[in-house]
């Protein structure tokens, strides 16, 4: 399948402000997804780059094999390794679509990701972790992060 790199945002729509019934424009939700595969005692993080400027709308966590460590196996997601950002305290030894809620600050952080230490275009980090207590032998975890460009 071929694929098309161009730099964003997308907006469509067919009325601009101040037009008749507009406007009707939004942005297009884009997504990058992440594989997550149990590493025996040790914890397993992906990263992903999200633009900057653009804003996180929300997570999809899915558990297609549960994570049979002894004791807990917790996904986080945040700005490092093992952070609470955006998403904290998910169980992968549940199989199946993860049920997320988040905290105002969670929400706040996810409105706006601007540049990352300087004033470059420095895409802002994320940071997807699972963290087990217990050694494992399965464990399967696929995570879309859903944003838009502002």
């Known amino acids: 399948m071929g694929q098309t790199h161009f730099t964003g945002p997308v907006l469509t729509g067919t009325l601009q402000k101040g037009e008749t019934n507009g406007p009707n424009q939004g942005f297009c939700k884009l997504s990058q997804i992440v594989t997550l595969t149990q590493n025996s005692t040790t914890a397993v993080s992906k990263t992903m780059y999200i633009p900057v400027g653009s804003a996180l709308t929300s997570f999809d966590v899915d558990v297609l094999t549960a994570y049979d460590s002894a004791t807990s196996a917790t996904l986080t997601i945040g700005t490092s390794a093992g952070a609470t950002t955006y998403v904290g ?3 992968a030894k549940t199989a199946g679509r993860a049920s997320i809620t988040y905290s105002a600050a969670q929400l706040a952080a996810m409105s706006n990701q601007t540049v990352t230490g300087t004033a470059s275009l420095t895409p802002a980090t994320v940071v997807v972790t699972i963290t ?15 944003y838009i460009q502002l």
């Not at 087990?132 to 859903?146: I, R």
Request: glycine fraction near 12%; aromatic fraction near 6%; proline fraction near 0%.
């Open 132 to 146: 087990v207590v217990g050694a494992t032998t399965a464990g399967y975890v696929n995570v879309t992060m859903n």
């Open 89 to 91: 305290s998910v169980n």
